[in-house]
């Protein structure tokens, strides 16, 4: 099996970061996770790059053309696919352009519906009766690229915030190493 080169692009925890690097070992999974990019010094997934050897760039973000950097690095690394676990920077479209490669994300809600931030507390607040999560290809506007794969559960009446966070990201688990599957199956 053919292992594409990926990057994985983060910001905080990293627990989608940690699971598709378990993944990724698998001998039929399409991915080998080549490079971590991350925009938060303290961010705690930082630490699953170092655990399993693999390179990471912390980038700030603050400096001018930080996104050609990453590019450089990508080239560098002949990287064929970006997930952005968790990465909370909206990258340009100067950025999508360049890449040219596939890119997606994985959202905590049943896009189209919430888009954005503070996903759990507005659902709660809408009383929605379902949720999930959602792996999209990324393109110019926000959490709205061609949809991949989609899971959801439904929402129990006792659910807070922190409950429908553990319930959506459970399903992440599953969602984004289907959808990376799904991406390269054809190709
Ligand atoms: C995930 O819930 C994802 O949906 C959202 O950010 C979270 C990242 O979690 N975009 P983690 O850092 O992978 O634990």
């Known amino acids: 099996m053919v292992k594409r080169n990926t990057c ?14 378990n993944k990724s070992r698998e001998y ?9 990019i991350c925009d938060n010094i303290e961010a705690k997934g930082i630490m699953y ?8 760039l912390i980038i700030n973000t603050k400096i001018r053309n930080f996104e050609n950097k990453i590019i450089n690095e990508l080239l560098k690394r002949k990287i064929s696919l ?22 997606i994300n994985i959202h905590p809600s049943l896009l189209p519906k919430f888009k954005g931030l503070n996903t759990f507390a507005r659902i709660l607040k809408e009383k929605e009766v379902k949720t ?7 393109n110019e506007k926000l ?19 922190l409950d429908l966070k553990n319930k959506t990201q459970k399903l992440e688990y599953i969602a984004f190493p289907e959808a ?7 190709s």
């Open 82 to 103: 970006i997930c952005l676990a968790g990465y909370m920077k909206i990258i340009s479209k100067k950025f999508i352009q360049s890449f040219k490669r596939k890119i």
């Open 28 to 36: 039929n999974f399409p991915i080998k996770v080549k490079l971590v």
């Open 49 to 56: 790059a170092k655990k399993n050897s693999i390179p990471y």
């Open 180 to 186: 990376i599957i799904k991406v390269f199956r054809n």
């Open 143 to 161: 959490d709205s690229g061609r949809i991949i794969v989609q899971k959801k559960f439904y929402i129990d009446k006792n659910d807070n915030i």
């Open 8 to 21: 994985i692009f983060i910001s905080g925890k990293g627990s989608n970061l940690k699971n598709l690097i």
């Open 132 to 138: 999930g999560c959602t792996v999209h290809f990324v």
